[in-house]
């Protein structure tokens, strides 16, 4: 790995990070695309040098196998997994006219409800 | 971008693209084949025929998905079965969980050929990946219908009720795809 | 021993099988069972008691010592008969006491249930075993003590005593791993014959004494046993006097021999034993309901046993087994009479009861014989055993510890003589005040005027015979095994020896001549007689304080669940960009303190850049992320996140994947697609909706976790110590699975179960996609057939869908 694919990793990472904290769905799936980009280059980069494609043949020094594999499958989940959000944002829109994660309502209310007081039953 | 209201939609898109389909569809087979030995693979050949399917979508709109006539569950669980099955066939034989068999064939003219076992692997997750690319094609056709459903069923229903004033629906007239 | 068990978990099965319907075969069926058992146990005696022990395994998992183990030496035969033959007495008589009632069935399995669970703590060998069977009888107490599960009070009752006795099964569970670890061992027979010592030993004693003390309702958990007693009567009787309260002398018994010198283990159980001797007595002192006035001396009993059992001398060890059986016959004779009485009079309200020796006869002398075994007056069989306990104190070879459990437990024994009285003159006695309302907390302001009349004797039906058959039968052993001492303590002797075998020599005597013990009963009597008639007059009126442990558990309990409102209140704000920014920051901070925990050195190795391209590649790609950053419009952003995954595919091939290169390359085409099917709708700018934090704190995390997370990759490549299976791989890919390129051999051969794990991933992705759609055209085609008004009224704003 070199500075300069850390460097790529940092500002992915970094990007993401700021795309997903925000209210608008489009913007928090994208920002998980972006996530997923990040961590596969991570894996991808601090797992192995640079080197050859890894095909019985080629000359050394080759690359290593194994998180490619890994980062391979990843990358086609991330994929499933953002169709999955979008179609969804897509659903959430007809239905209520915006993309964005409202605050839990439910949530809000019973923070501010006081607790109903527990029946101990008569004294014994 | 159109949906099913009826915008324009280019010919030659369309006409390039029937004639692209067969080259994709046979790219697509002969990525996934040839991943065992060169880069390529189940997962990018499955996804070069997605493509296809989203390249006709975008051509010639909802109908070229809807006359495939192909249900993208099925697909899905048939990649899946068979990735399984072909995981599950050497136990039979007494052999590990997902271990390979390797059956060479000496058909004439072509000399020596080689059928690896997880090449039918690589073809199950070929064909589940299409089928959750379909499935999410077809997602957002129905939901286009769905919206289209709506809308007539709401034009109905003003129009029984008599309703002419058009102040309520400045949208109606409105294609997405001008947005 | 583990068919019989089974016989209890199918006999609680097949009595709860019938649900709310009703089943009065259930308590006879159940009854059964514990008959057997005790049959059983009875063959099996000669030959136990001759050192031939039994025993039983299920193996669950054998590398960890896990599984159930259980073993019938001498004392698990002795707990044993106690627990199933008072079980089958018990559940006869709940026959008569419950007459037709719906839930019968329910009782009963929990009843045998209980049975089986308690019959496991006192057969257990492997200490899982016991942890397991200790919390099943927690559980069936749990459901028994709520039995009425309408009165609030009950259900209030059983949760106190469940997460009393739960939490303190948790205590004694750490305690057992402990001893466990320590001993080397996971059989109870093994630990007690090798027992290990030193700090953390004496740790473990601490903690499995605390599950003994909950268990048992000693000082200071002894508050939830009183509230049990919204349990039905038999209930009552059979789980908290006569077996389940006992589990937790069981294990002390069972530990004291061998470990009653280590650490703190004497002290423990001598102070709270006593002090629940001593506080159970003044409380028995204060009741009105005969019932709980019975509990409170139950746990004054348990202190005093447990004291006796916990010193774990030859002589008090002995002595508090005598005490056990005693007990539990005559507690349960007691509690089952009140039951009786309660069914006859219509109340147990000492206060009311007046007159009962004449209108009922037999339960009267049940009752007078029951007292005089819990008051040790002779003949009795609790009179030999308080004599031996006596004479086992005055001779502990303990010093100190000896002598104050002596002091103390002579004066609890003056307080059992008062409240025994007290309550038999209660229940039997001739005269009673009635309830007036000025003696209650519940009255109002009158003064003195009767609330509640004396019960009328004339108006007491008689009980059936075979209602009275029970406490008759507990009553007669307690009367009968006094006057036999000498084969009864022979006979407990060979018993105890499977708990100290110096206890080989003791035995019971009903007259051992003028001695010390006899001369001290003479004066616990005679002190415990007159303490009764100087405070007749004053606990006449007291009404039973709400117990300050209660209370204080009480308000514990209600703190904890507003503070666990408040908790819920601050961390579950609602709000998912929240949420999203403390776990991202929460992963920054962990892989942060990994980064400065490591060496750094290593990082010196890393080179600027791999080749010559790699930099204004790099450069490309972060820019284009970036430039997401700053896109007002969807699709732009969509494009720009596109961009710079393309280019991400170029870094995977400088970087030898042309796998993933293909891949990705082909992945950001459909992902743009994709977002341009679902973007075409959707409005075209991003609404500037509301932020939950100012912008420079978002900036701020986002840097941080962007600065941490490329810290951690270049520490993560610079720290491989072994070499990677990739080469493995690369040499066996032709030969093993027949294919070339290693990157398709490891996904479809060597890690082909992962790829099946992933497409799995994959296809719940896709039925999910596809579910949606098809959940939103169902509901769609509903409201048009049903609700076609409110398909018009949504009509009215469609603009709020077309936007």
């Known amino acids: 790995m070199s500075f300069t694919q850390a460097a790529l990793v940092a500002v992915l990472a970094g990007a993401g990070t700021y795309l997903v904290m925000h209210r608008t769905l489009t913007r928090i799936i994208l920002g998980l695309g972006m996530l997923g980009n990040a961590v596969n280059l991570l894996i991808l980069t601090a797992g192995s040098s640079p080197g050859n494609a890894p095909i019985v043949g080629e000359q050394a020094p080759v690359a290593d196998p194994v998180p490619q594999a890994l980062v391979l499958t990843s990358i086609v989940i991330t994929f499933g997994v953002m169709s999955f959000l979008l179609s969804m944002a897509y659903r959430g829109w007809t239905i209520d006219g915006n993309d964005e994660v409202e605050d839990d309502i439910t949530d809000r209310r019973l923070a501010e409800e006081p607790g109903e007081p527990v029946d101990h039953g008569e004294p014994t | 971008m159109s949906g099913t209201d009826g915008t324009r939609r280019s010919m030659i898109l369309a006409e390039t693209v029937n004639g692209l389909t067969p080259v994709l569809l046979a790219f697509s087979i002969f990525l996934t084949f040839r991943g065992h030995n060169a880069p390529g693979g189940g997962f990018a050949g499955g996804l070069v025929m997605a493509a296809a399917v989203i390249l006709r979508y975008l051509a010639s709109g909802p109908e070229a998905v809807r006359s495939l006539r192909i249900d993208p569950i099925v697909l899905i669980g048939a990649g899946l079965a068979l990735a399984a099955l072909v995981g599950t066939w050497p136990l039979l034989d007494g052999g590990e969980f997902l ?8 058909p004439p003219l072509i000399g020596e050929m080689k059928l690896v076992s997880s090449s039918l692997f690589d073809i199950g997750v070929h064909v589940l990946v299409v089928g959750v690319v379909m499935a999410v094609l077809v997602a957002f056709v129905e939901a286009d219908d769905e919206v289209a459903r709506a809308n007539a069923a709401r034009e109905e ?11 309520g629906d400045p949208g109606t007239t409105t294609s997405g795809g001008e947005r | 021993m583990i068919p019989l068990l089974l016989a209890h978990l199918v006999a609680f099965l097949v009595c709860l099988a019938p649900g709310r319907r009703s089943a009065r075969w259930a308590l006879p069926v159940a009854a059964a069972v514990p008959a057997v058992t005790f049959g059983w146990l009875v063959s099996q005696s000669s030959s136990v008691l001759h050192g031939d022990v039994p025993s039983a395994n299920l193996e669950w998992v054998p590398q960890l010592g896990l599984g159930i183990s259980l073993r019938l030496d001498g004392f698990g035969l002795f707990m044993g008969l106690i627990v199933s033959g008072i079980g089958t007495l018990v559940m006869l008589y709940s026959t008569a006491y419950f007459g037709r009632r719906d839930d019968l069935g329910r009782l009963a399995g929990l009843l045998v249930g209980f049975a089986g669970a308690m019959l496991g703590i006192v057969w257990a060998d492997g200490l899982l075993s016991l942890f397991v069977f200790w919390e099943l009888t927690s559980i069936t107490s749990f459901l028994l003590i709520g039995f009425e599960d309408r009165s609030a009070t009950a259900r209030s009752a059983a949760q106190r005593a469940f997460l009393v006795t739960g939490l303190g099964g948790l ?24 027992p290990p010592s030193g700090t953390v030993t004496s740790v473990a004693l601490v903690l499995v004494l605390a599950g003994a003390f909950t268990k048992s309702a000693q000082f200071p958990f002894h508050f939830w046993l009183p509230g049990a007693m919204a349990a039905p009567t038999p209930v009552s009787a059979y789980l908290h006097s006569a077996t389940m309260v006992k589990a937790g002398l069981v294990v002390v018994a069972r530990f004291a021999p061998a470990f009653a010198s280590v650490g703190p283990w004497r002290a423990l159980v001598v102070s709270a034993g ?43 060890t002995y002595a508090g087994v005598a005490m056990l059986l005693a007990h539990a016959l005559f507690k349960a004779t007691l509690f089952l009479s009140v039951g009786v009485v309660d069914h006859s009079a219509g109340t147990r309200d000492m206060r009311r009861l007046q007159g009962l020796a004449r209108a009922l006869p037999i339960t009267a002398g049940i009752i007078v014989v029951a007292s005089a075994s819990m008051a040790a007056i002779p003949p009795t069989l609790g009179f030999v055993a308080k004599e031996k306990a006596l004479d086992a104190l005055l001779d502990t070879g303990l010093g100190a510890i000896g002598t104050v459990a002596l002091v103390g437990i002579v004066a609890g024994s003056v307080l059992t003589v008062a409240y025994t009285i007290r309550i038999a003159v209660g229940l039997l006695g001739n005269d009673a005040p009635g309830v007036t309302v000025e003696d209650g907390a519940r009255g109002g302001s009158g003064t003195g005027a009767l609330l509640e009349a004396p019960v009328d004797p004339s108006g007491v039906h008689a009980p059936s015979l075979a209602f009275q058959g029970a406490p008759f039968v507990l009553a007669a052993l307690s009367l009968v095994l006094g ?59 007291v009404d039973a304080p709400y117990s300050t442990a209660t209370r204080l558990y009480d308000r514990a309990y209600d703190s904890l669940l507003a503070g666990a409102r408040q908790v819920t209140a601050v961390s579950q704000s609602g709000s998912l960009p929240l949420y999203i920014g403390v776990v991202l920051v929460s992963v920054g901070a962990a892989l942060a ?30 820019l284009l992320a970036l430039a997401v950053l700053g896109a007002r419009q969807r699709f732009t952003a969509a494009v720009l996140l596109g961009g710079s995954g393309y280019m991400l595919a170029i870094v995977y091939l400088l970087q030898g994947a042309p796998d993933l290169a293909i891949t990705q390359f082909l992945v950001e085409t459909l992902t743009i697609v994709v977002f341009l099917l679902a973007l075409a709708r959707l409005p075209r700018d991003f609404h500037p909706a509301p932020s939950w934090a100012p912008r420079w704190i978002r900036i701020v995390v986002s840097v941080v976790v962007g600065l941490t997370v490329a810290g951690f990759a270049l520490g993560t490549s610079q720290s491989r110590t072994a070499e990677s299976v990739g080469d493995d791989y ?14 398709n051999v490891i996904l479809v051969d060597f890690r082909g179960f992962d790829t099946l794990g992933e497409i799995t991933v994959l296809a719940v992705a896709g039925a999910g996609v596809v579910n949606l759609v098809r959940a939103a055209r169902r509901q769609q085609r509903r409201k048009q057939l049903s609700d076609g008004l409110e398909v018009e009224e949504r009509s009215g704003r469609p603009s709020e869908v077309w936007r």
Do not use: Y
């Open chain 2, 99 to 106: 271990e390979s068999s390797i059956w060479k064939f000496h």
């Open chain 2, 157 to 167: 229903l003003r129009s029984n009720a008599g309703h002419d004033d058009a102040s």
């Open chain 3, 171 to 194: 205590a004694l569970l750490a305690g057992l791993i402990l001893l466990g670890i320590q001993g080397g061992t996971t059989s109870l027979s093994e630990l007690l014959a090798n």
């Open chain 3, 274 to 316: 006593l002090a629940s001797l001593v506080l159970g007595g003044f409380r028995a002192m204060r009741q009105q309901d005969a019932k709980l006035a019975l509990a409170h001396g139950t746990v004054s009993q348990l202190g005093f046993m447990m004291v006796l059992l916990g010193l774990g001398t030859p002589g008090t």
């Open chain 3, 483 to 541: 006057i036999a001492a000498e084969p009864v303590g022979h006979w407990l002797a060979e018993v105890t020896v499977s708990l100290d075998p110096a206890t080989a020599s003791k035995a019971l005597h009903l007259w051992t001549g003028v001695n010390t013990p006899l001369v001290l009963s003479a004066g616990i009597i005679t002190a415990g007689i007159a303490s009764w008639w100087f405070t007749v007059a004053a606990t006449r009126s």
């Open chain 3, 593 to 622: 303190t990994a980064l400065l925990a490591g060496s750094t050195d290593a990082i010196s190795d890393v080179p600027w850049a791999n080749s010559s391209l790699e930099v204004p590649l790099v450069a490309l790609t972060a």
């Open chain 3, 730 to 743: 690369l040499a066996l890919s032709e030969p093993e699975a027949g294919g070339r390129n290693v990157v």
